[in-house]
């Protein structure tokens, strides 16, 4: 069965400072894709990046960085240097077996940065 | 720009009175998908179009139902809503269909149920 674990329900830092939210997921599949959305109050959710399983590059994009480990099934997210504006339920998603684009999400982490 | 529109961004109906909800968009794409996401739970898909092919998640209730008149245009239908209905709705498109591509949400229409 396929499914998405993030085990970090909140998190709350102080304006600057780095975090790391935790996903972890499980597949049979050889080939999958793994997704990080945004979902600021305001409701919609923000695409912020893909990654295809046979890519474990590692990508850095401004302030944000993704570690994708194959060996661990986990696929965490940095932000450096946390802004208020960051603050957001963040959701990490697996590509569905069928192929049809369905996602499966984790249940999300809701990030607080305060000033 | 382009972009994903859901009309209304908050709706209130009563229990049992049939509510529909819009999406519109205007990035020409291929899929389009209806999530329905209850408060501090991630989305859940309901249905999508691949142009006119329709898809139905097996656990959908029957109440719900959609539309696709056109490229552009997709509508939930919410037949006899319960008080089990209350949540966000959102559209997302998808340029092809698959699972390498990314879907490109609205911002949501938040139904109430009184």
């Known amino acids: 069965a396929q499914k998405v674990t993030q085990a970090q329900t909140e998190i709350s830092v102080v304006e600057k400072e780095d975090v790391t939210l935790d996903c972890v997921y499980e597949t049979r599949d050889t080939t999958y894709y793994l997704f990080w959305y945004k979902q600021p109050p305001s409701g919609e959710l923000v695409f912020l990046i893909r990654?295809?399983?046979?890519?474990?590059q590692n990508e850095i994009s401004g302030r944000y960085s993704w570690n994708f480990q194959k060996s661990t099934s986990s696929f965490n997210f940095t932000i450096t240097a946390s802004q208020v504006v960051d603050s957001a339920v963040y959701f990490c998603?697996?590509?569905?077996?069928?192929?049809?684009?369905?996602?499966?999400f984790g249940q999300g982490t809701t990030l607080q940065v305060k000033p | 720009d382009a972009m994903v529109i859901q009309n209304p961004r908050y709706q209130v109906t009563q229990f049992g009175k049939p509510v529909t909800l819009s999406c519109s968009q205007t990035l020409n794409h291929n899929v389009m998908y209806w999530y329905q996401q209850k408060s501090s739970q991630a989305p859940k898909l309901l249905f999508h179009y691949y142009d006119k092919d329709f898809n139905n998640e097996a656990d959908t209730p029957d109440n719900f139902q959609s539309r696709r008149p056109n490229t552009s245009f997709c509508f939930l239908d919410i037949r006899s809503p319960g008080l089990g209905d209350a949540a966000m709705y959102l559209c997302?498109?998808?340029?092809?269909?698959?699972?390498?591509?990314?879907?490109?949400f609205g911002p949501g229409t938040r139904l109430t149920v009184t």
């Open positions: 990654r295809n399983s046979f890519d474990e």
């Open positions: 998603a697996l590509s569905d077996s069928s192929n049809t684009g369905k996602l499966i």
């Open positions: 997302a498109t998808s340029r092809v269909k698959g699972s390498s591509y990314e879907q490109y």
